[in-house]
């Protein structure tokens, strides 16, 4: 209140010096104006009076002059009159002013000057106007002088008037100025700030509220904005120490991201983590006249991106949005995530043939199917490889950039897109201890052995400290591929090879996905499915899932066939059931993808015109972008989640699923082929290409016991959670960081490659 008051007094206090200026400008003009027209009559009138004296004062008739005056004195308007000879001695003037010496001084002054002389003069206490001038006869001699004199008192009048009526203005002033302050004060700055304060308070208490209950107003926007970044902060630190406690309670050690910063801070001595993959976390796209930041579906990016959350560190990757670069410094980096800065992004500028050559052609034409058993034959062209090459020199430059100066420091590098990077770094820097983590799956020998650079990719691998897989099959087959191709030891009980006196282990980690009560940001409430499908104009009361990039390997055309196969085996299923299909569009320049995403919309197509009805689809297909709290309620509403991959490193949906079923409710349908299935046991495990197997699953999916279904997603979420993604940085990092002090092999490896 005191504020508002001193803002009231600031205010009027203003106004008040506004006012009286302004009223002191217009009393000046109004002053010289009224003058100006008193000087204008008095100067009419004289020149009238001269003209009627003049015979009476030639003649010296004293007595026709004292009548004039007589007469001319008591007309209206005029408040005295005298006129003397040219000598300056009073012939004749109107009572009481004739002896006054400042009137004849005035008479004395216009008859020597022989002009007109005007004066505002005190008489008989009364401020009044004087005009005198010298009065001629015919031939222009001066033949005396005429006083006139005017009552001002009038102009006086006025100027109080104009102060009277500018000092009532400003009162209305003052007071309409202090009621919309007072409005203004109350509606726009105490009311937020006191919802604000109230929305704090409660917070602090304990009660979950609804970000939506802030101040949205323009004044409080920004402020609202870092309150809610701040209570987040505040919820997941709380339920972070809670769960500490409760774990120390029953003695159990989970994975947290408080943990894991420690545990890193520890492991390398506070120096910072650096990753290097091809995908970035977070892509600035224009759209229209905006820009929106989004973050790219694919598993290295829901893996990464809370673990970077955690740590800290530099993320080095291929800066792929069209707006990319109007948000990097000079070193092309930008804090991420932009609205809660945590970590430092580091973009990689690649021109559109290295794009084409290193990320579509040899990475997602050759190595992609290669590795994936999907029955696609990969392309091997000589110019991709050329690409893919310079590529990895490129980000290696960026790698060797970030580190400079660092002391052993640790590189964690994404992926199949960097085969030959771990080599590139360690023969430039032998201390830096880097790991390569490859997130898709490794095939047989035989399969590998088809691509023509097989051994340069391999011996880039084996620069790395420490190469993961998700799977120990995975480890398996890549010590084979390696034990046939390159000439090196093989050390089997410790997994791990060892090539010109480098060592490389080689050992399965479990990718994984931040595991939270209620998802960090995002509402807690319960889906609320028939709304969810109502939206979609389809009226089905069981609702299935799914969530891929539109990839071949992903295996959507067999979930769909699983779903006619499941309505035409169980037509009580139909209008019943639909499955919501969110599909991200994905490499689409590749023309095998173009493909299959007309595939997948052709297939959808006519499996719902098979069985055409007004208000409900078996197949709702959403073929574009959604970010992750778009996914949530769908999460969260479905009753089963389909996840029938063809082949797959890990596959991060049925985790993201699992640890979204906080109600311990919905059932999973894993493909045997994804490496999440190692795991996962307790899902609906099925072969993608056996539709019946799938329908029977979806079936059984929707039809087990509630006490099953409860039981199993219960276990499920006891292993994502335990096996989270902070547990696999966790162990990664201690690996890697025991590697390099136990094996005695800090020596760079030679230039060239010997293979
Ligand atoms: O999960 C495998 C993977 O290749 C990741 O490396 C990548 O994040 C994801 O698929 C998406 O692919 P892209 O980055 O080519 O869109």
Redesign the pocket.
Known sequence: MRMTARLIVALALAAGFVVAGSTYLQMRADRSRLLDDLRRRCAILAESIDTAIDPALSQRDRGRIEQFVERFGSSGGLDGLAIANNRGEALAATPGIGEKPIVSELGREAMLGDKPVARMIDLQGRQRYAYAVALHSDDGVVTGSLVVLQDTGYIQQRMRDVWRHNFFRLLIQVFLISLVTLWIVRWNVLAPMAQMAEWMKRLRAGELMEPSTLPRAELFGPMAKEVKTFARHLTVAKSAAEEEARLRQISESLWTPERLKDHVKTKLGGQPLVVV???EPYMHRFKGREVEVIM???????AMDPLMKACGGTWIAHGAGDADWEFVDQKNRVKVPPDDPQYTLRRVALTGEEEDGY?YGF??EGL?PLCHVAHVRPDFRPDDWAFYQAANRKFADAVLDEIEGLESPCVLA????FALLPRMIKEKRPDARVALFW??PWPNPESFGICPWQTELLYGMLGADLVGFHTQYYCNNFLETVDRTLECRIDRERFSVIKEEHLTAVKPFPVSVHFAASPQGFSAAPADKPALLKELHSNAGILGIGVD?V?YTKGILERFRAVERLLDKYPAYRGRFTLVQIGAP??THIKRYNDFLAETEAEADRINWRFKASSWRPIVLLNRHHNHREILPYYKAADVCLVTSLS???N?VCKEFISARDDEEGALVLSRFAGASRELTDALIVNPYDIDQVAEAIRYAIEMPEEERRARMKRLRETVKENNIYRWAGNLITELTQIRFDAKTASAPPESPEV
Do not use: C
Not at 296 to 302: E, I, K, L, N, Q
């Open positions: 993959s091809n995908r790219p579906a694919g598993g290295v990016v829901t990320y990475s997602n992609w994404q992926d199949y897109h997130h898709i990039r990839d994905s490499r797959d490193g890990m991060l």
